[in-house]
């Protein structure tokens, strides 16, 4: 958890004044202590003293926790919740019975979604799915009433593919566009490079307009993200390694890009649960994608685009990267991009990994909320800078997704450079 610090030194730092309650979700939702960051701190403590048992409800309540680590931004104290929610995880894994049913579902999941291959495999499906009129008769039908809460969840954020999303393909390099100012590696992600592959190509394009080479190691795999938050370490840590392997020395790089949040929030972690001196060498590397270009000159030329952009805050860019300022001076610098602040917007819209498969109740609740807050502001299009929560809010929005178009926010800058149309090809 920490080199240099106790469990017991970190669980002493809550000084209980509770400032995370009007932060957590959770709490925002329900009002119980146990459910806020406070009351499961009391339950870490208690677990660690010995005085309670790890019991079903006791697991529930840390299960509930999205780890949107928004306490952490909020606590005056500087209690770092989030190493404790991992390491709290880690041991409910290790050590807590689930049900059979549970432990199918989790096994399914982290079979499928850390695999970008794997999911290649259901992007046709998908894409049939949306496209033969299936989908519309199934709705219609009635029978998605029918199924488990979390099997409705999984269908109501599954993305409608085009063909071109279906078969699209990375260029292993893309040269720089007129003066060459550095090399940088991007990281491919899974949901992202299956779900959004406009993402990545737009993130390519627009970093090789602004004088860069960018390369796309072969052979990527998954960095761990889903598996970290979920208390599966030692799965996490394998995950590391073999994508730090297939990324080579990273001090020939300028940066190693990444577009996704929640990846990138675990990118920069690797020297705290990966061993090896690459591994923290390779962290030291990683730039979000509007960190890296918001820190240098800009080269490229950017052409109007007059819409109303509204800019989700993902939990992973802003609360665990404190990444926030950046995505907005690069839209701020679109010409005629009207940037509009979503009402508590630094609110979680639900996503937070696999949460939303997990626990679909209260996933909808907040992303209801989350959608609320978009609607009101009426944008034309809502810049997300996690496919999680781009598929998060879609589902939550509803009809609302034909009229308010998703984007990442490096798409709305590469349709202001290279003159491409603004929108995710996979949410429409």
């Given amino acids: ?11 002493g730092d809550c000084v209980h004044c509770g400032f995370c309650l009007p932060a957590c979700p959770t709490y925002v939702s329900w009002g119980l202590e146990m459910d806020s960051p406070r009351g499961r701190i009391d339950l870490m403590n208690g677990l660690h003293q010995g005085t309670i048992e790890l019991t079903d409800t006791v697991v529930a309540h840390f299960d509930r926790c999205l780890g949107c680590m928004a306490c952490v931004t909020a606590c005056p104290s500087g209690v770092r919740y989030d190493l404790l929610i991992e390491s709290t995880r880690a041991k409910v894994e290790a050590a807590f019975p689930r049900s059979p ?12 979604f850390p695999y970008p291959q794997r999911l290649r495999v259901l992007a046709l499906p998908l894409h049939w ?13 009635g029978l998605l009433q029918k199924l488990p809460a979390r099997l409705r969840q999984l269908e109501a954020m599954a993305p409608t593919l085009s063909r071109d999303d279906v078969h699209a393909a990375l260029p292993p390099y893309t040269q720089a566009r007129g003066r060459k100012r550095g090399t940088v590696a991007l990281v491919a992600g899974c949901v992202q490079r299956t779900f959004f592959p406009n993402v990545n190509l737009a993130t390519i394009r627009v970093l090789a307009a602004e004088g860069y080479d960018v390369i796309v190691p072969a052979g990527q795999g998954c960095c761990g993200a889903l598996s970290l938050h979920a208390g599966r370490d030692d799965e996490a840590a394998r995950f590391a ?4 392997d297939c990324f080579g020395d990273p001090d020939a790089l300028e940066a190693v890009i990444v577009n ?3 990846c990138g929030s675990t990118l920069k972690q690797y020297a705290d649960f990966v061993p090896g001196e690459r591994a923290a060498r390779f962290a030291a590397k990683v730039k979000d994608v509007s960190e890296f270009l918001a820190g240098v000159e800009p080269l490229a030329e950017r052409r109007p685009i007059p819409l109303r952009v509204a800019y989700h805050d ?3 860019l802003g609360h665990a990267q404190r990444i926030r300022e950046q995505p907005r001076a690069l839209l701020c610098g679109i010409p005629g991009l009207e940037l509009v602040e979503i009402p508590d917007g630094e609110q979680c819209c639900g996503s937070a990994g696999v949460y939303n498969i997990l626990q679909p109740g209260s996933a909808a609740e907040i992303g209801a909320r989350k959608a609320e807050n978009v609607r009101a502001v009426a944008p034309d299009v809502l810049a997300s800078a996690n496919p999680g929560c781009t598929l998060q809010i879609a589902a939550a929005l509803g009809d609302d997704r034909k009229t308010i178009r998703m984007a990442h926010p490096i798409e709305l800058l590469d349709a202001a450079i290279s003159d491409k149309s603004v929108g995710s090809n996979a949410v429409r």
């Fill in 101 to 112: 049913a549970d432990r199918a579902l989790r096994a399914a999941i982290f079979a499928l």
């Fill in 241 to 244: 390694l073999a994508l730090t």
């Fill in 1 to 11: 958890m920490s080199e240099t610090r106790t469990t017991s030194e970190l669980l």
């Fill in 260 to 262: 996704a949040a929640g």
């Fill in 314 to 316: 993902a939990c992973h």
């Fill in 129 to 141: 799915y949306a496209k033969s009129g299936l989908k519309r008769l199934v709705h219609a039908s």
